[in-house]
């Protein structure tokens, strides 16, 4: 025999779909309220993220990071105890502590934050390594800001071998450097804050100032560091055209 309709189907209907609209209005509350939380955290991640550019090009860069400072990191060694820029006692005159982020017969820069949330901007010239060759670049660097200061000369000290030269004006730095095979050159700016933009005008080898007078080896690349570790990334830079390191981002 075949039943009937049961009488109480229409009611379970219209409880089902008043069931069914609850939810819809629920997800449609919730699913904003899950997204903002995602959004800022999108936000923050852009909040370490620096700019380079060069012409037309900008890159967005993240600093190395590490516990130690940036003078600890870039390890200048030269036999002088009271020398302000040396990390540690020795007689190499370089950068030991870069060695093995850094790439033969090229400039390298990056930015720096260390554990207490420092940020440095960060440059060295050559690599202290066997197929490393001599070289010569003058900096003309403006917009470092007035709070911070130069933690590492490579090189300052007082010798007749000390070749190099640093002239700190009120509107801009000048540094000549030039270095021997298997050495580095370069320097620390640490304290950069959070809103800077920095500008380094080069001349590289023949153009610079130094060139062929103790040393004329060549400067084949100029490189821009981003992350750390195994996220190292690096951009090549043109030799002749002035960069900005700014904490704004592409596009402003």
Request: one cysteine or more; a negative charge.
């Amino acid at each position: 025999m075949r039943s009937g309709p049961s009488p109480t189907a229409p009611s379970l209907d219209r409880s089902t779909a008043k069931r069914f609209l609850t939810v819809i209005v629920v997800l449609a509350v919730a699913l904003p309220m899950l997204g903002g939380p995602v959004a800022a955290q999108d936000d923050d991640a852009q909040d370490d993220s620096y700019t380079v550019r060069q012409g037309d090009d900008c890159y967005a860069v993240t600093p190395y990071t590490g516990d130690e400072s940036a003078k600890e990191l870039y390890d200048y060694q030269a036999p002088f105890e009271d020398n302000p820029y040396v990390n540690t006692t020795g007689a190499s005159y370089s950068s030991e502590g870069t060695s093995e982020i850094l790439r033969p017969n090229t400039s390298t820069l990056f930015l720096y934050e260390d554990a207490r949330g420092t940020l440095s901007l960060v440059i060295v010239h050559g690599a202290n390594e066997s197929t490393s060759g001599s070289g010569s670049v003058t900096f003309n660097v403006t917009g470092l800001p007035d709070d911070g200061n130069w933690t590492v000369k490579d090189d300052l000290y007082n010798g007749s071998n000390m070749y190099d030269n640093w002239t700190h004006e009120e509107s801009y730095d000048r540094i000549n450097w030039t270095w021997d095979d298997r050495r580095t050159d370069g320097g620390v700016y640490s304290g950069l804050g959070d809103d800077f933009n920095i500008t380094i005008d080069p001349a590289f080898n023949e153009e610079a100032s130094l060139y062929g007078e103790y040393y004329n080896g060549t400067v084949e690349n100029w490189t821009a560091l981003s992350g750390t570790g195994s996220d190292l990334e690096r951009t090549q830079l043109n030799l002749s055209e002035p960069v900005t390191i700014s904490s704004e981002p592409c596009g402003e």
